[in-house]
């Protein structure tokens, strides 16, 4: 006589072989969209993002500046001469003159009358399961009041991370706003003789020990094998910016980094996923 299997303890052998077979087939490496999917949108707009967020990528990164009238808008340039054909000064702009602004057309006539986006709009906008990589943009402190209360009013909060080359501006941050992860931004010198990046040494993670830092984000050109282990043994995390290229996009995945910033996430997917990462 067979005897019948327990419905609940079925139901929990099931769940346990879905999480294993949904944990062995998850990316192992993250792709974060530059500037959302800027390979084929204006950088740093929702129609960027929204581009972003239909791939498979797991994360978007933007730029923010404090505006003339202490709104934070997303912006790489201090200045908005390059995607706007309009010189403004962002820091002595106000937000209503800089919205007025085209920063789409830059890029083709169907993204025509894409605005500066404030960084509000991109929280309230992200899907709930993206993460959003956030560069401060900036020379002092003075965004870091305005940013903390923007991201704890944020119901997305948990799905930010701060990013800077700014070390002093990230260490404080962090201090300030201790809950959401921290990468440095850096990179290495090339060398004057070959021209290439000159790789890595231990100073960067001593410094992200130092300012109490979660990990770094390093100029991809830079990085070794021997770095990323050296990371990771620190308890750090290591991303890479900016890849473009498949192959060298491959063997950082190889060398076990844990995300690739880049222009083109759905490149670099279908580069990875060939390669089994």
């Not at 072989?17 to 490496?29: E, G, Q, R, Y």
């Not at 993204?111 to 399961?129: I, M, R, S, W, Y």
């Not at 990990?215 to 050109?221: I, P, V």
């Not at 076990?256 to 060939?274: E, F, Q, S």
């Amino acid at each position: 006589m067979n005897t019948p299997i327990n419905s609940r303890f079925l139901s929990i052998i099931t769940s346990g072989i879905l999480a294993t077979f949904l944990s062995m087939n998850s990316s192992a490496v993250e792709l974060i969209a530059h500037r959302g999917y800027s390979a084929i949108a204006p950088e740093n707009t929702l129609a960027s993002f929204r581009e972003a967020w239909k791939t498979d990528a797991e994360a978007i990164e933007l730029d923010i500046h404090l505006t003339g009238d202490k709104k934070i808008i997303v912006s790489h340039d201090s200045n908005t001469r390059r995607t706007s054909g309009k010189d403004y000064e962002i820091k002595s702009t106000p937000s209503k003159i800089l919205r007025t602004l085209d920063v789409g057309s830059f890029k083709g006539e169907k993204f025509k009358g894409e605005k500066l986006p404030l960084l509000e709009e991109v929280l309230k906008e992200a899907p709930k399961d993206k993460k959003i990589f956030v560069e401060i943009k900036a020379s002092d402190n003075k965004m870091l009041p305005y940013l903390k209360k923007i991201l704890n009013k944020s119901d997305k909060k948990s799905q930010v991370v701060i990013i800077c080359f700014n070390q002093d501006i990230l260490g404080k941050a962090k201090e300030m706003m201790p809950a959401f992860p921290a990468y440095w931004l850096h990179s290495s010198s090339r060398d004057t003789i070959t021209n290439t990046q000159i790789k890595y040494d231990m100073m960067p993670i001593q410094i992200a020990l130092d300012k109490k830092l979660d990990g770094l984000d390093s100029y991809f050109e830079g990085v070794t094998p021997e770095f990323v282990k050296a990371v990771h043994d620190a308890g750090l995390k290591l991303y890479i910016w900016t890849c473009d290229d498949p192959q060298k996009a491959v063997k950082a995945a190889a060398d076990g980094v844990d995300g690739i910033t880049t222009n083109n996430p759905v490149l670099l997917r279908k580069a990875l996923n060939k390669a089994g990462y």
